[in-house]
């Protein structure tokens, strides 16, 4: 990867002055050379190539990010939260903090997008420091977060089209016209996902950014509405609103699934898992703002009591246009980093291998799409019927499985940057401090759980916790094989090698290793 950009800064570098055209036409004829030169030995692919490589600029890897978290909903909750609780300035710093937390773990994860581009994101880097069952531990809480993440965003889509049409004159009552609202919604997202990469990305990009500026300036210029806030309970304690804010942020570093098709993957990756966090986390404060000024009380009232609440009904309608939006771009967000995460376990063999399957002229996993769309729509369906009144069982057992997959991703990352001898004291200090703040959470959520006898958290830690090694035991019987062949990522090809830089082969497991090349070698091609 790093040789092939490096290849990318000569070609440009080499056209400045007339030195430089003399180096580009020279650098030219041997890319030409390159192209009618039969290769020496047969030649290397990346094992993602399938996707189409480099295709994806930074915006696009912003507006993934930005997708999957929905900011704009974000917003709404964690004003609600403040409205209600009435923590004071002490609930601005609960989300500083969170934030700082959140942005110290986006740094962690840095480390791996700036060496390696892949399509399964944590799953893949934790591979670089972590055992097998580890790596399998945090595939397994990847995968069961963005699952659960994306079954409460296409709920919530559904409960907020349905709204809408409330507001405007037409109820349709009943379990039925939810489960056919999620259906449709699936469906649409399904599609959208397979069309294409760039113009989903594109597309949930204007999305959500119309979202937050709709949200933002009604939590700034809405009315005074005095009456009492019907929303979802909450419990009143600042790690509630740390965890709320963790959740919220989910889903910051799914660009980072996106690395083998990524333009220039080693520094656009890297600057959208960083970037994201900060934003959302300015987002999140200004709406604790906003709603400790008393400004975002009636988009709160508005969304949840419609205009029960004294609200206008073209505020209602606004703001429930603007969040259902935002529930729909995160859908689709957790469509494509889902998929992606199944693709990566299909090329391994850690799970079916048809979920490798790319459209050959769409380039995208459709089968992975598919699946994960069928998931989330059944897991809709067990939502809408048994947590859609009360979702916080749920939410804790989706932030058990984001904290647990952050906080082994940071340990991986002390032990990645170990044994490559680029441990420097300050990434030292930052991995160490974000690993005990993650084990830390976990453990005051066990104890909480046992204290109030909530066995619904604890049960979700220990289910988490060893799903990696029942999964290794699983994959030992069924497809050992798999457990060598872990850790895949895009890789420099043939093709993208300038003749006498040397030859890719493959070594004894599967991957690519540059060699010297051979004495005559190509002559007479």
């Known amino acids: ?58 915006v696009d890897l912003i507006g993934q990010s930005l997708s999957t978290i929905a900011p704009a909903t974000g917003m709404i909750f964690i004003a609600a939260w403040i409205v209600s609780a009435e923590p004071g300035f002490g609930g601005l710093a609960a989300i500083i903090g969170t934030t700082a937390v959140v942005v110290a773990v986006a740094y962690c994860i840095t480390q791996f997008t700036r060496r390696l581009a892949a399509a399964g994101s944590l799953y ?32 919530n889509a559904a409960i907020s089209l349905l709204g809408i049409g409330t507001a405007l004159g037409i109820d349709l009552p009943g379990t039925g016209p939810l489960l056919a609202t999620a259906v449709l919604v699936a469906v649409t997202v399904a599609v959208i996902a ?41 419990s009143g304690t600042l790690p509630f609103l740390a965890m709320l804010v963790v959740l919220s942020m989910a889903g910051f570093e799914s660009a980072a699934f996106f690395g083998a098709e990524a333009r220039r993957p080693l520094t656009t990756v890297s600057r959208a898992v960083l970037v994201t966090p900060l934003v959302c986390g300015a987002v999140f404060v200004f709406a604790g703002w906003a709603a400790m000024s008393g400004n975002a009380g ?42 992606r995460l199944l ?12 979920l490798s399957r790319v459209h050959p002229r769409l380039r995208t996993p459709y089968v992975a799409v598919a699946w994960f769309t069928v998931a989330s729509l059944l897991g809709t369906c067990a939502y809408l019927q048994v947590f859609v009144t009360d979702s916080n069982t749920f939410d804790g057992f989706v932030e058990v ?26 990434t030292t200090v930052l991995a160490a401090g974000v690993a005990a703040v993650g084990a830390g959470l976990l453990g005051y959520l066990v104890f909480d759980g ?29 497809r050992p094989e798999s457990l060598e062949t872990m850790g895949t990522f895009d890789s420099v090809e043939t093709a993208d090698l300038l003749p006498g830089s040397g030859e890719l082969v493959l070594d004894d497991a599967g991957r690519p290793r540059m060699v010297p090349v051979r004495p005559g070698a190509g002559l007479g091609a």
């Open 1 to 58: 990867m790093k040789g092939h950009e490096g290849i990318g800064g000569r070609v440009s570098s080499g056209r400045r002055g007339g030195g430089g055209s003399r180096i580009g036409g020279a650098l030219a004829a041997a890319i030409a050379k390159s192209r009618n030169t039969a290769p020496a030995a047969a030649p290397v692919f990346s094992p993602l190539r399938a996707l189409g490589r480099r295709q994806l600029s930074q």
């Open 401 to 426: 499985a984001i904290v647990t997959a952050y906080t082994l991703l940071a340990v991986s990352c002390l032990r990645f940057l170990c044994r490559i001898g680029e441990d420097a004291p300050s």
């Open 124 to 155: 893949s880097f934790a591979f670089h420091g972590l055992s097998r069952r580890a790596t399998l531990t945090v595939g397994a809480a990847l995968l069961l977060g963005y699952l659960g993440i994306s079954i409460s965003v296409l709920a």
């Open 450 to 478: 046992v204290v109030h006898a909530r066995w619904a958290i604890p049960a979700a830690v220990l289910i988490v916790g060893v799903s990696g090694i029942v999964w290794a035991r699983v994959l030992k019987h069924l």
């Open 194 to 234: 397979v069309r294409g990469v760039r113009f989903a990305t594109r597309a949930i990009l204007v999305v959500e950014t119309c979202s937050l500026v709709l949200i933002g300036v009604l939590m700034v210029t809405g009315p005074d509405i005095d009456g009492t806030l019907s929303a979802p309970a909450i």
């Open 343 to 354: 693709l990566a376990m299909g090329i391994e063999g850690t799970m079916p291998k048809s």
């Open 298 to 339: 009636a988009v709160v009232a508005a969304y949840f009591d419609g205009t029960a609440s004294g609200a206008s009904l073209g505020m209602v309608i606004a703001v429930k246009i603007g969040v259902t939006c935002s529930w729909l771009a995160s859908t689709l967000g957790c469509a494509q980093a889902g998929s």
